[in-house]
C-alpha cells in the first residue's frame, strides 16, 4: 500500500504567537453562503491527471472532491473535525462476522451530471477498472490488493474482481481475503469514485463524469478546468459557487498581484511567493472571520529518522540515547529556517489530525539537563553520528542549528547533504551508513493505524525500498499494529493514539520536528473559505462575497 514520502522543503513557523493567538481553525466559514458567482483559481503547473484512477493529490483531489460523491466520504470541515469518516452514497452497511464481507446499500438519490443513476454497477466499475493492467493504475491499485480477487485481474489472469459484486441494483458487496480495520477510511479516496458505464480503460487517462456537487463541464490541458453545478446533484453537500474556473500557468509573483487585485480568488497548490506571507499576516491577520490569510493544519510529520540498524540505536541499550536526543533539540530553532508560519513544533508520530498531543518532550527550547541524565544511561555514548538531509538551503542552515545543539550534550554530526530524490533512495536502503536521517510523510486518509503501520512496523523493512528508513523492528510495537488491525472506528483510532503516545515515552524510533502548515491568501471577493486537511481547498463549500 502506497502513501506519500513528502519530498518538498515544507516551511514552519518563525512566529507561533501571532498563530497561537489567531487559533487553530481557519474561520473563513464565517461567511454566510452566498449562492452564485464565478471561484476563480490559479495554478502554475497544470492541475494533473483527473482521471480519478490515475489522479493522486494536490490540484486533481481538490477537484475531485467537488466533482465526486463515494461511497464514504470527508465532512466539509477543516482540521480533525474534516477527518471524520462519514457515509455519503451508502445509505447502511453490514460486515461480517469474520470481519471479511461489507455489504453496502446505496442511497437512490445520486445522479451523474448526465442524469444517469449512480448505482452498485458504478462503484464495481470503478474498481475493475483500476486493477484492469491496461489502466495502470497503481496508485489506486496498491489500496485494493486485499480485495479477494483483485491481484488477479491486475495480474492479467482475471477479467473482473471476484470479491466486488453487484448484488442488486442498490446493493454492493465486497469481499476481503483479511479482516481490514482501515476499509471505510481507504473507500473515501478518490481513486473510488464511480464512473459511468462503459467509461473507457485508458492509461491516458479521461475526464471523470461529475457524481457530485459539480462536474468537469471543461478540461484543456496546462490552460484550464472549469467547473459547474451538477443540475442533478441530489446529495447533503453545499454547492455554493455558479462556477469554478482555474487557469494554469500564474506564477508566484503574479499569484500575489492578481489576488491583491482581486482578479484570481486562489492560487493552489503553491500559492504566493513564501517571503510574502510574514507582510500578508500583518496586514490581513491570520485566520479572523472573513479575513484574506489562512493557516491550516496538515496531516504531515517531518522527524528526524533514528537508524535502529546503526549501534548508536541499536537495542533497549540505546534507549537512553534516543530520549536524551528527543529531550536536546530546540525544535523552535531547527525549523526557524523553514519560513514563517509554516507549521507546528511536535514531539508526537501522528498528524494533529490523526493523534493527540501529550506533550512528552520540551516544545519551546532544550531541555539539557534531562539530555544529560538520559545520555548517561546509554549503553554506547557516541561523540559522532552521520546524518543524511537535503542540500536545499534552508536543510543547509537547519543542520547547522542541530550540529550545535547536539554538541551541547557531546556529539558532533558529520552531515552529507543530497538533493531530495537521491537522499530517499539512499533512506530507503537498508544497510546505508546514516545514524539519523531528516524526512517526511503525509497520511493519504484518515487512520493513524496504517500511518503508524507503514513506517514503524518491523515487517516491512526491505533491503530497498523500505518506508521504515528507521528500520525499527519491535516485536511488542509490531503485536500492537496486528491487535489495531482487528478494531475499527473510534477503538482503531484511540488505539492508534495510545501506540504513538507510548512508543514517544518509552522507545522512541525518531525525534518528531514539526507538522505542517498550509498558507493561503485568497481574494477580497473569496468567501467561506475552507482547507480540507487530505484535499486541499474546498471548492464545493467555496462561496463569493
Not at 22 to 47: T, W, Y
Not at 520 to 538: A, E
Given at each position: 500500500?502506497?502513501?506519500?514520502?513528502?519530498?518538498?522543503?515544507?516551511?514552519?513557523?518563525?512566529?507561533?504567537?501571532?498563530?497561537?493567538?489567531a487559533?487553530?481553525?481557519?474561520?473563513?466559514?464565517?461567511?454566510?453562503?452566498?449562492?452564485?458567482?464565478i471561484l476563480r483559481?490559479?495554478?502554475?503547473?497544470?492541475?494533473?491527471?483527473?482521471?480519478?484512477?490515475l489522479?493522486?493529490?494536490g490540484?486533481?483531489?481538490?477537484?475531485?472532491f467537488?466533482?465526486c460523491?463515494k461511497?464514504?466520504?470527508?465532512?466539509?470541515?477543516?482540521?480533525?473535525?474534516?477527518?471524520?469518516?462519514?457515509?455519503?452514497?451508502?445509505r447502511?452497511?453490514t460486515v461480517?462476522?469474520?470481519?471479511?464481507?461489507?455489504?453496502?446499500?446505496?442511497r437512490?438519490?445520486?445522479?451523474?451530471?448526465?442524469?444517469v443513476?449512480?448505482?452498485?454497477?458504478?462503484?464495481?466499475?470503478?474498481?475493475?477498472?483500476?486493477?484492469?493492467?491496461?489502466?495502470?493504475?497503481t496508485?489506486?491499485?496498491g489500496?485494493?490488493?486485499e480485495?479477494?480477487?483483485?491481484q488477479?485481474?491486475?495480474?492479467?489472469?482475471?477479467q473482473?474482481?471476484?470479491?466486488?459484486?453487484?448484488?442488486?441494483?442498490?446493493?454492493?458487496?465486497?469481499?476481503?481475503?483479511?479482516?481490514?480495520?482501515?476499509f471505510?477510511?481507504r473507500?473515501?479516496l478518490p481513486?473510488?469514485?464511480?464512473?459511468?458505464?462503459?467509461?473507457p480503460?485508458?492509461?491516458?487517462?479521461?475526464?471523470?463524469?461529475?457524481?457530485?456537487?459539480?462536474?468537469?463541464?471543461e478540461?484543456?490541458?496546462?490552460?484550464?478546468?472549469?467547473?459547474?453545478?451538477?443540475?442533478?446533484?441530489r446529495?447533503?453537500?453545499?454547492?455554493?459557487?455558479?462556477?469554478?474556473v482555474?487557469?494554469?500557468?500564474?506564477t508566484?509573483e503574479?499569484?500575489?498581484?492578481?489576488?491583491e487585485?482581486?482578479?484570481?480568488?486562489?492560487?493552489?497548490?503553491?500559492?504566493?511567493?513564501?517571503?510574502?506571507?510574514g507582510?500578508l499576516?500583518?496586514?490581513?491577520?491570520v485566520n479572523?472571520p472573513g479575513?484574506?490569510?489562512f493557516?491550516?493544519?496538515a496531516?504531515?510529520t517531518w522527524y528526524?529518522a533514528?537508524?535502529?540498524?546503526?549501534?548508536?540505536?541499536k537495542g533497549?541499550?540505546?534507549?537512553?540515547?534516543?530520549?536524551a536526543i528527543?529531550?536536546a533539540?530546540?525544535?523552535?530553532?531547527l525549523?526557524?529556517?523553514?519560513?514563517?508560519?509554516?507549521g507546528?513544533?511536535?514531539?508526537?508520530i501522528?498528524?494533529?489530525?490523526?493523534?493527540?498531543?501529550?506533550?512528552?518532550y520540551?516544545?519551546?527550547?532544550p531541555?539539557?539537563?534531562?539530555?544529560k541524565r538520559?545520555?548517561?544511561r546509554?549503553?554506547i555514548?557516541p561523540?559522532?553520528?552521520?546524518?543524511y538531509?537535503t542540500?536545499?538551503?534552508?536543510?543547509v542552515?537547519?543542520?547547522l542549528?542541530?550540529?550545535?545543539?547536539?554538541?551541547?550534550?557531546?556529539?558532533d554530526l558529520?552531515v552529507?547533504?543530497?538533493?531530495?530524490?537521491?537522499l530517499v533512495?539512499?533512506?530507503?536502503?537498508r544497510g546505508?551508513?546514516?545514524?539519523?536521517?531528516r524526512?517526511?510523510?503525509?497520511?493519504?486518509?484518515?487512520?493513524?493505524?496504517?500511518f503508524?503501520?507503514?513506517?514503524l512496523?518491523g515487517?516491512?523493512?526491505?533491503p530497498?525500498g523500505?518506508?521504515?528508513?528507521a528500520?525499527?523492528?519491535?516485536?511488542?510495537?509490531?503485536?500492537?499494529?496486528?491487535?489495531?488491525?482487528?478494531?475499527?472506528?473510534?477503538a482503531?483510532?484511540?488505539?492508534?493514539?495510545?501506540?504513538?503516545?507510548?512508543?514517544?515515552?518509552?522507545?522512541?524510533?525518531?525525534?518528531?520536528?514539526?507538522n505542517?502548515?498550509?498558507?493561503?491568501?485568497?481574494?477580497?471577493?473569496?468567501?467561506?473559505?475552507?482547507?480540507?486537511?487530505?484535499?486541499?481547498?474546498?471548492?464545493a463549500?467555496?462561496?463569493?462575497?
Amino acid at each position: 500500500m502506497r502513501r506519500r514520502r513528502s519530498l518538498a522543503l515544507t516551511l514552519l513557523v518563525a512566529g507561533l504567537a501571532m498563530f497561537a493567538a489567531a487559533g487553530a481553525h481557519p474561520a473563513g466559514g464565517a461567511d454566510e453562503a452566498r449562492k452564485g458567482g464565478i471561484l476563480r483559481m490559479g495554478s502554475f503547473e497544470d492541475v494533473g491527471q483527473l482521471d480519478t484512477a490515475l489522479g493522486y493529490g494536490g490540484p486533481s483531489w481538490a477537484i475531485t472532491f467537488a466533482t465526486c460523491a463515494k461511497l464514504f466520504n470527508h465532512p466539509d470541515e477543516d482540521g480533525a473535525a474534516g477527518a471524520r469518516v462519514i457515509p455519503e452514497v451508502v445509505r447502511s452497511y453490514t460486515v461480517s462476522r469474520d470481519r471479511r464481507t461489507y455489504d453496502f446499500e446505496l442511497r437512490r438519490t445520486f445522479r451523474f451530471h448526465t442524469g444517469v443513476q449512480v448505482t452498485a454497477q458504478s462503484f464495481a466499475a470503478a474498481f475493475n477498472r483500476n486493477a484492469h493492467p491496461g489502466q495502470k493504475a497503481t496508485d489506486a491499485t496498491g489500496f485494493m490488493r486485499e480485495i479477494e480477487g483483485a491481484q488477479a485481474m491486475i495480474d492479467g489472469n482475471a477479467q473482473s474482481i471476484s470479491g466486488v459484486r453487484v448484488v442488486g441494483r442498490y446493493r454492493l458487496q465486497i469481499r476481503l481475503t483479511k479482516p481490514l480495520g482501515d476499509f471505510p477510511q481507504r473507500l473515501t479516496l478518490p481513486f473510488f469514485c464511480p464512473v459511468l458505464p462503459g467509461t473507457p480503460v485508458d492509461s491516458r487517462g479521461v475526464d471523470p463524469a461529475g457524481s457530485g456537487p459539480y462536474y468537469v463541464a471543461e478540461h484543456v490541458v496546462n490552460q484550464r478546468v472549469v467547473l459547474k453545478r451538477n443540475p442533478f446533484y441530489r446529495g447533503d453537500r453545499p454547492a455554493n459557487v455558479g462556477q469554478v474556473v482555474w487557469t494554469v500557468g500564474e506564477t508566484r509573483e503574479a499569484c500575489l498581484v492578481a489576488i491583491e487585485a482581486d482578479r484570481i480568488d486562489h492560487c493552489f497548490p503553491f500559492g504566493v511567493p513564501s517571503a510574502a506571507y510574514g507582510a500578508l499576516a500583518e496586514r490581513y491577520g491570520v485566520n479572523r472571520p472573513g479575513g484574506q490569510f489562512f493557516v491550516s493544519p496538515a496531516p504531515v510529520t517531518w522527524y528526524l529518522a533514528f537508524n535502529h540498524d546503526r549501534p548508536a540505536f541499536k537495542g533497549p541499550g540505546q534507549i537512553p540515547l534516543k530520549k536524551a536526543i528527543n529531550f536536546a533539540l530546540d525544535r523552535a530553532a531547527l525549523v526557524r529556517p523553514l519560513g514563517y508560519l509554516a507549521g507546528k513544533r511536535t514531539d508526537q508520530i501522528l498528524p494533529p489530525a490523526l493523534g493527540r498531543a501529550v506533550g512528552i518532550y520540551p516544545l519551546g527550547g532544550p531541555n539539557l539537563a534531562a539530555a544529560k541524565r538520559w545520555l548517561a544511561r546509554a549503553r554506547i555514548k557516541p561523540t559522532k553520528l552521520m546524518f543524511y538531509t537535503t542540500s536545499a538551503p534552508s536543510s543547509v542552515a537547519q543542520s547547522l542549528a542541530l550540529e550545535f545543539q547536539l554538541k551541547q550534550i557531546g556529539i558532533d554530526l558529520d552531515v552529507k547533504y543530497f538533493d531530495a530524490a537521491t537522499l530517499v533512495e539512499k533512506i530507503q536502503t537498508r544497510g546505508e551508513p546514516f545514524d539519523i536521517a531528516r524526512d517526511g510523510w503525509a497520511a493519504d486518509y484518515a487512520d493513524g493505524g496504517s500511518f503508524l503501520e507503514t513506517l514503524l512496523d518491523g515487517r516491512r523493512i526491505r533491503p530497498t525500498g523500505s518506508l521504515n528508513v528507521a528500520y525499527f523492528d519491535d516485536p511488542p510495537t509490531n503485536a500492537r499494529i496486528d491487535a489495531a488491525k482487528q478494531l475499527t472506528g473510534d477503538a482503531r483510532r484511540k488505539a492508534s493514539e495510545d501506540l504513538d503516545v507510548e512508543l514517544m515515552r518509552t522507545n522512541p524510533p525518531w525525534a518528531p520536528l514539526y507538522n505542517t502548515f498550509n498558507r493561503s491568501f485568497v481574494s477580497k471577493s473569496f468567501g467561506c473559505f475552507l482547507y480540507h486537511p487530505f484535499y486541499g481547498v474546498d471548492l464545493a463549500a467555496a462561496c463569493k462575497r
